[in-house]
């Protein structure tokens, strides 16, 4: 069956501290695909990354890096000095091969505020 | 490139009243998706067209809940009668080629109040 665990419902940090964002997922298929939406308070999602199941390099962009490890079935996502403007939910999602519709399941999501 | 829209942005009703949804995706995009995001949880796929025609409604609670989308472009949503439980934001997300390959851009969703 297909989940996604983001244990951290809400994280409180101060401004330029480094964050990390825990998420697990579990899935049958070998080809899938795992996601990672920022939600602000206006309410859209907002699209982060993308990453397949067959890349296993970790990312980085400005701030923001991620960590895909299949041995352990985690994505998780490190904001490195956070700012003000990184408060949000972030949601971590998974989506499995393409005769799945790529309909998105989704994480519970994970409260993030970041105090000046 | 003008994003997804949905209209009302808000929206508050008595229960066992009816109320519907609009979504116009971005332009050109095939795949069309509603999920509904109750207040504390992810968001939840209800439906998902490709062009006019239905991929995937297996969550939609169809005693009550209906979608469409003609001409494949825009789409409503209904719900007919709404229960208390229907209170959520409701997003409307489209895709421009084949999922989960191309990303779903979301948009700003209808906040519904049953009461």
């Known amino acids: 069956a297909q989940k996604v665990t983001q244990a951290q419902t809400e994280i409180s940090v101060v401004e330029k501290e480094d964050v990390t964002l825990d998420c697990v997922y579990e899935?049958?298929?070998?080809?899938?695909?795992l996601f990672w939406y920022k939600q602000p308070p206006s309410g859209e999602l907002v699209f982060l990354i993308r990453r397949n199941s067959f890349d296993e390099q970790n990312e980085i962009s400005g701030r923001y890096s991620w960590n895909f490890q299949k041995s352990t079935s985690s994505f998780n996502f490190t904001i490195t000095a956070s700012q003000v403007v990184d408060s949000a939910v972030y949601f971590c999602?998974?989506?499995?091969?393409?005769?799945?519709?790529?309909?998105?399941?989704f994480g519970q999501g994970t409260e993030l505020s970041v105090k000046p | 490139e003008a994003g997804v829209a949905q209209s009302p942005r808000y929206k508050i009703i008595e229960k066992r009243q009816s109320v519907a949804f609009w979504c116009n995706p971005i332009s050109g995009h095939a795949t069309l998706y509603w999920y509904q995001q109750i207040l504390g949880q992810g968001p939840k796929l209800l439906i998902q067209?490709?062009?006019?025609?239905?991929?995937?409604d297996s969550q939609l609670p169809k005693d009550r809940f209906s979608a469409e989308r003609l001409k494949g472009v825009d789409s409503t949503l209904k719900i007919q009668p709404a229960k208390l439980e229907d209170s959520a934001v409701y997003l409307c997300a489209s895709c421009l080629g084949a999922p989960p390959y191309n990303e779903q851009f979301f948009g700003p969703g209808t906040r519904l109040t049953v009461l």
């Open positions: 067209f490709q062009n006019n025609g239905v991929v995937d």
């Open positions: 999602a998974l989506s499995e091969d393409y005769n799945q519709g790529g309909k998105l399941i």
């Open positions: 899935t049958r298929d070998t080809t899938y695909y």
